[in-house]
Protein backbone atom coordinates (compact mmCIF):
# COMPACT_ATOMS: atom_id res chain seq x y z
CA UNK A 1 0.00 0.00 0.00
CA UNK A 2 1.26 3.48 -0.57
CA UNK A 3 1.70 6.24 2.30
CA UNK A 4 -2.06 7.31 1.89
CA UNK A 5 -3.46 4.10 2.62
CA UNK A 6 -0.92 3.26 5.14
CA UNK A 7 -2.53 3.23 8.27
CA UNK A 8 -1.53 4.61 11.55
CA UNK A 9 0.16 2.39 14.08
CA UNK A 10 -0.73 3.16 18.45
CA UNK A 11 -1.57 1.74 21.28
CA UNK A 12 -5.12 2.04 22.59
CA UNK A 13 -7.48 2.15 25.69
CA UNK A 14 -10.52 1.68 27.36
CA UNK A 15 -11.40 5.14 25.93
CA UNK A 16 -11.63 3.35 22.34
CA UNK A 17 -13.61 0.64 23.41
CA UNK A 18 -16.61 1.76 21.25
CA UNK A 19 -13.88 1.66 18.18
CA UNK A 20 -13.08 -1.97 19.00
CA UNK A 21 -16.94 -3.01 19.81
CA UNK A 22 -17.42 -1.64 16.19
CA UNK A 23 -14.47 -4.11 15.07
CA UNK A 24 -15.66 -6.92 16.96
CA UNK A 25 -18.96 -6.28 14.73
CA UNK A 26 -18.00 -5.71 11.76
CA UNK A 27 -15.62 -9.52 12.16
CA UNK A 28 -18.84 -11.27 13.53
CA UNK A 29 -20.53 -10.00 10.34
CA UNK A 30 -18.87 -11.37 8.15
CA UNK A 31 -16.99 -14.63 9.61
CA UNK A 32 -19.74 -15.39 12.29
CA UNK A 33 -18.52 -16.88 15.94
CA UNK A 34 -19.49 -15.36 19.18
CA UNK A 35 -21.98 -12.90 19.57
CA UNK A 36 -20.98 -12.22 22.95
CA UNK A 37 -17.35 -10.86 21.57
CA UNK A 38 -19.37 -7.42 20.53
CA UNK A 39 -20.33 -6.78 24.30
CA UNK A 40 -18.21 -4.41 26.16
CA UNK A 41 -16.92 -7.06 29.25
CA UNK A 42 -15.23 -9.55 26.52
CA UNK A 43 -13.99 -6.70 24.56
CA UNK A 44 -12.63 -6.03 27.40
CA UNK A 45 -11.35 -9.03 28.54
CA UNK A 46 -10.03 -10.13 24.93
CA UNK A 47 -8.23 -6.78 23.30
CA UNK A 48 -7.93 -4.46 26.35
CA UNK A 49 -4.75 -6.45 27.77
CA UNK A 50 -1.56 -5.78 29.07
CA UNK A 51 -0.22 -4.08 26.17
CA UNK A 52 -2.20 -2.98 22.87
CA UNK A 53 -1.37 -1.92 19.03
CA UNK A 54 -4.18 -0.86 17.22
CA UNK A 55 -4.16 0.87 13.50
CA UNK A 56 -6.17 3.30 12.29
CA UNK A 57 -7.10 4.92 8.97
CA UNK A 58 -9.59 7.76 8.51
CA UNK A 59 -10.38 8.26 11.72
CA UNK A 60 -11.00 4.40 12.29
CA UNK A 61 -9.79 1.03 13.89
CA UNK A 62 -9.38 -1.31 11.23
CA UNK A 63 -6.88 -3.86 12.75
CA UNK A 64 -6.00 -4.39 16.65
CA UNK A 65 -4.04 -6.87 19.11
CA UNK A 66 -4.22 -6.80 22.93
CA UNK A 67 -1.41 -9.24 24.83
CA UNK A 68 -1.35 -10.20 28.08
CA UNK A 69 1.68 -11.22 30.18
CA UNK A 70 2.15 -12.31 33.43
CA UNK A 71 1.38 -15.82 33.61
CA UNK A 72 3.60 -18.49 32.48
CA UNK A 73 2.00 -18.27 29.12
CA UNK A 74 0.98 -15.13 27.25
CA UNK A 75 -2.37 -14.80 25.82
CA UNK A 76 -3.45 -12.69 22.50
CA UNK A 77 -6.56 -11.74 20.47
CA UNK A 78 -6.20 -9.87 17.26
CA UNK A 79 -8.64 -8.44 14.37
CA UNK A 80 -8.50 -7.21 11.31
CA UNK A 81 -11.68 -5.61 9.52
CA UNK A 82 -12.89 -7.83 6.93
CA UNK A 83 -12.21 -5.02 4.16
CA UNK A 84 -8.42 -4.59 5.31
CA UNK A 85 -7.53 -8.32 5.05
CA UNK A 86 -5.04 -8.93 2.01
CA UNK A 87 -2.69 -6.30 3.11
CA UNK A 88 -0.61 -8.14 5.35
CA UNK A 89 -1.83 -6.66 8.52
CA UNK A 90 -2.48 -10.05 10.60
CA UNK A 91 0.58 -10.91 9.94
CA UNK A 92 2.48 -7.68 11.63
CA UNK A 93 -0.19 -8.42 14.69
CA UNK A 94 0.73 -11.53 15.53
CA UNK A 95 4.99 -10.72 14.91
CA UNK A 96 3.91 -7.60 17.20
CA UNK A 97 2.19 -10.78 19.81
CA UNK A 98 5.07 -12.90 19.46
CA UNK A 99 7.88 -10.22 20.33
CA UNK A 100 5.53 -9.36 23.41
CA UNK A 101 5.36 -12.92 24.68
CA UNK A 102 9.41 -12.77 24.55
CA UNK A 103 10.46 -16.53 25.50
CA UNK A 104 6.94 -17.50 27.17
CA UNK A 105 4.32 -19.99 25.25
CA UNK A 106 1.76 -17.77 23.26
CA UNK A 107 -1.90 -18.30 23.60
CA UNK A 108 -4.44 -17.24 20.81
CA UNK A 109 -8.17 -16.46 21.25
CA UNK A 110 -10.28 -15.93 18.50
CA UNK A 111 -13.80 -15.51 18.94
CA UNK A 112 -14.52 -14.83 15.28
CA UNK A 113 -12.35 -17.27 13.36
CA UNK A 114 -11.66 -17.50 9.76
CA UNK A 115 -9.88 -19.50 7.27
CA UNK A 116 -7.13 -17.01 6.72
CA UNK A 117 -6.62 -16.69 10.58
CA UNK A 118 -6.13 -20.23 10.35
CA UNK A 119 -3.75 -20.31 7.82
CA UNK A 120 -2.00 -17.43 9.07
CA UNK A 121 -1.23 -19.25 12.46
CA UNK A 122 -0.46 -22.54 11.00
CA UNK A 123 2.25 -20.97 8.96
CA UNK A 124 3.65 -19.58 12.08
CA UNK A 125 3.69 -23.07 13.89
CA UNK A 126 0.79 -22.36 16.06
CA UNK A 127 -1.59 -25.57 16.85
CA UNK A 128 -4.91 -24.98 17.21
CA UNK A 129 -5.84 -26.86 20.38
CA UNK A 130 -9.82 -26.23 20.48
CA UNK A 131 -12.46 -25.47 18.09
CA UNK A 132 -16.28 -25.21 18.97
CA UNK A 133 -19.08 -24.41 16.34
CA UNK A 134 -21.35 -21.63 17.67
CA UNK A 135 -25.23 -22.30 16.64
CA UNK A 136 -28.22 -20.84 16.13
CA UNK A 137 -31.82 -20.92 16.80
CA UNK A 138 -34.34 -18.53 15.72
CA UNK A 139 -36.90 -20.34 17.51
CA UNK A 140 -39.50 -19.60 14.51
CA UNK A 141 -39.92 -23.74 14.67
CA UNK A 142 -39.32 -25.61 17.28
CA UNK A 143 -39.07 -29.30 17.26
CA UNK A 144 -41.40 -31.60 18.95
CA UNK A 145 -38.76 -34.27 20.81
CA UNK A 146 -41.41 -37.29 22.67
CA UNK A 147 -40.54 -37.51 25.99
CA UNK A 148 -38.65 -40.57 27.04
CA UNK A 149 -40.28 -43.79 28.75
CA UNK A 150 -39.50 -43.72 32.64
CA UNK A 151 -37.72 -39.83 32.34
CA UNK A 152 -39.50 -37.14 34.24
CA UNK A 153 -38.14 -33.19 34.58
CA UNK A 154 -38.20 -30.37 36.87
CA UNK A 155 -36.51 -27.24 37.55
CA UNK A 156 -32.86 -27.39 38.60
CA UNK A 157 -32.17 -26.65 42.48
CA UNK A 158 -28.33 -24.97 42.77
CA UNK A 159 -26.36 -27.83 44.82
CA UNK A 160 -24.86 -31.01 44.74
CA UNK A 161 -27.12 -32.97 42.77
CA UNK A 162 -26.85 -30.91 39.76
CA UNK A 163 -23.02 -30.74 40.15
CA UNK A 164 -22.91 -34.39 40.07
CA UNK A 165 -25.52 -35.02 37.02
CA UNK A 166 -23.01 -32.33 35.30
CA UNK A 167 -19.82 -34.28 36.78
CA UNK A 168 -20.91 -37.82 35.83
CA UNK A 169 -22.34 -36.20 31.85
CA UNK A 170 -18.74 -35.11 31.32
CA UNK A 171 -16.45 -37.26 33.24
CA UNK A 172 -15.64 -39.25 30.35
CA UNK A 173 -15.18 -36.55 27.49
CA UNK A 174 -11.56 -35.96 26.72
CA UNK A 175 -9.48 -33.62 28.41
CA UNK A 176 -12.02 -33.00 31.54
CA UNK A 177 -10.66 -31.41 34.64
CA UNK A 178 -13.39 -31.25 37.23
CA UNK A 179 -14.23 -28.07 38.75
CA UNK A 180 -15.01 -28.39 42.42
CA UNK A 181 -18.61 -28.70 43.47
CA UNK A 182 -17.89 -24.90 45.44
CA UNK A 183 -16.32 -23.53 42.28
CA UNK A 184 -18.91 -24.83 39.69
CA UNK A 185 -22.35 -23.72 41.63
CA UNK A 186 -20.58 -20.80 42.50
CA UNK A 187 -20.26 -19.53 39.29
CA UNK A 188 -23.68 -20.53 38.10
CA UNK A 189 -25.39 -18.90 41.43
CA UNK A 190 -23.15 -15.44 40.81
CA UNK A 191 -24.12 -15.21 37.01
CA UNK A 192 -26.98 -12.88 37.02
CA UNK A 193 -28.59 -14.17 33.78
CA UNK A 194 -28.63 -17.61 34.93
CA UNK A 195 -31.65 -18.93 34.06
CA UNK A 196 -32.81 -21.58 36.82
CA UNK A 197 -36.62 -21.30 36.13
CA UNK A 198 -35.64 -22.42 32.23
CA UNK A 199 -32.99 -25.19 33.52
CA UNK A 200 -34.08 -28.46 34.10
CA UNK A 201 -32.58 -31.84 35.82
CA UNK A 202 -33.94 -35.05 34.57
CA UNK A 203 -34.70 -37.92 36.14
CA UNK A 204 -35.08 -41.62 35.69
CA UNK A 205 -37.89 -44.03 37.54
CA UNK A 206 -36.20 -44.15 40.70
CA UNK A 207 -35.63 -40.48 41.35
CA UNK A 208 -31.73 -40.76 40.26
CA UNK A 209 -30.74 -37.71 37.74
CA UNK A 210 -29.72 -38.74 34.43
CA UNK A 211 -29.46 -35.61 32.83
CA UNK A 212 -29.89 -31.49 33.06
CA UNK A 213 -29.68 -28.47 30.77
CA UNK A 214 -29.03 -24.95 32.33
CA UNK A 215 -29.60 -22.10 30.68
CA UNK A 216 -27.79 -18.17 30.88
CA UNK A 217 -30.03 -15.47 29.11
CA UNK A 218 -31.10 -16.64 25.81
CA UNK A 219 -27.69 -18.98 25.49
CA UNK A 220 -27.80 -22.70 26.29
CA UNK A 221 -25.23 -23.44 28.08
CA UNK A 222 -24.81 -27.00 28.79
CA UNK A 223 -26.42 -30.31 27.78
CA UNK A 224 -25.79 -33.24 30.00
CA UNK A 225 -26.83 -36.82 30.10
CA UNK A 226 -25.05 -39.82 32.19
CA UNK A 227 -23.62 -42.60 30.10
CA UNK A 228 -26.07 -45.14 31.15
CA UNK A 229 -28.71 -43.18 29.54
CA UNK A 230 -27.66 -41.47 26.71
CA UNK A 231 -28.93 -43.00 22.91
CA UNK A 232 -32.43 -42.59 24.95
CA UNK A 233 -33.39 -38.76 23.01
CA UNK A 234 -33.07 -37.83 26.76
CA UNK A 235 -30.54 -35.14 25.69
CA UNK A 236 -33.01 -33.90 22.86
CA UNK A 237 -35.56 -34.07 24.99
CA UNK A 238 -34.17 -31.00 27.25
CA UNK A 239 -33.26 -29.27 24.89
CA UNK A 240 -36.26 -29.00 23.15
CA UNK A 241 -37.96 -28.30 26.43
CA UNK A 242 -35.16 -25.56 26.66
CA UNK A 243 -36.30 -24.44 23.53
CA UNK A 244 -39.76 -23.89 23.91
CA UNK A 245 -39.41 -22.32 27.73
CA UNK A 246 -37.22 -19.60 26.07
CA UNK A 247 -39.76 -19.05 23.27
CA UNK A 248 -42.39 -18.57 25.91
CA UNK A 249 -40.32 -16.15 27.46
CA UNK A 250 -40.17 -14.08 24.78
CA UNK A 251 -36.45 -15.28 23.17
CA UNK A 252 -36.38 -15.01 19.65
CA UNK A 253 -33.01 -16.81 19.16
CA UNK A 254 -31.02 -19.29 21.39
CA UNK A 255 -27.44 -20.04 20.64
CA UNK A 256 -24.91 -22.15 22.16
CA UNK A 257 -21.66 -23.47 21.72
CA UNK A 258 -20.42 -26.98 21.30
CA UNK A 259 -17.24 -28.46 20.33
CA UNK A 260 -16.43 -29.43 17.07
CA UNK A 261 -15.65 -33.03 17.39
CA UNK A 262 -18.66 -33.73 19.70
CA UNK A 263 -21.07 -35.43 18.01
CA UNK A 264 -24.36 -33.60 20.00
CA UNK A 265 -23.50 -30.79 17.27
CA UNK A 266 -25.07 -33.16 14.79
CA UNK A 267 -28.39 -33.75 17.49
CA UNK A 268 -28.66 -29.80 17.77
CA UNK A 269 -28.41 -29.37 13.95
CA UNK A 270 -31.24 -31.95 13.75
CA UNK A 271 -33.18 -30.04 16.09
CA UNK A 272 -33.33 -27.14 14.44
CA UNK A 273 -29.92 -25.55 15.17
CA UNK A 274 -27.92 -23.74 12.09
CA UNK A 275 -23.72 -23.58 12.43
CA UNK A 276 -23.27 -20.24 12.94
CA UNK A 277 -19.30 -19.64 13.01
CA UNK A 278 -16.52 -20.93 15.11
CA UNK A 279 -14.19 -19.68 17.92
CA UNK A 280 -10.68 -21.36 18.62
CA UNK A 281 -7.28 -21.43 20.13
CA UNK A 282 -4.10 -21.37 19.28
CA UNK A 283 -0.66 -22.71 20.91
CA UNK A 284 2.81 -21.51 20.27
CA UNK A 285 5.34 -23.71 22.36
CA UNK A 286 8.39 -22.18 22.89
CA UNK A 287 9.92 -25.07 25.30
Do not use: K
Given at each position: M ?24 A ?15 L???R??Q ?6 WH ?7 VG ?11 G ?11 G?R???W ?9 L ?38 V???V ?7 T ?24 EEW??E ?5 E ?5 SL ?15 I ?11 E?R ?9 A ?14 C ?6 NP?A ?12 R ?6 R??
Amino acid sequence: MDGTDAPTWTEFGEEHLPELTRLAEACLAVDGGLPLFARAPLVRARLLQTRTLGAWHDGGLVAAVGVGLGGRTATSTGLVRPDWRGRGLGGRLLSWAEEQAGDADLLVTTESWSPGADALFTARGFERTFTEWVQRHDLGALPEVARPVDVTTEPVTLGPELFEAYRASFADRPGFASPTAEEWLGELGEDDEYRPDLSLIARGPDGAAVGFVNVIDNWVDQVGVVPEWRGRRVGAYLMARALRGLAADGAREVCLCVNDNNPAAGLYRQLGFQDAGRRARYLRRRS
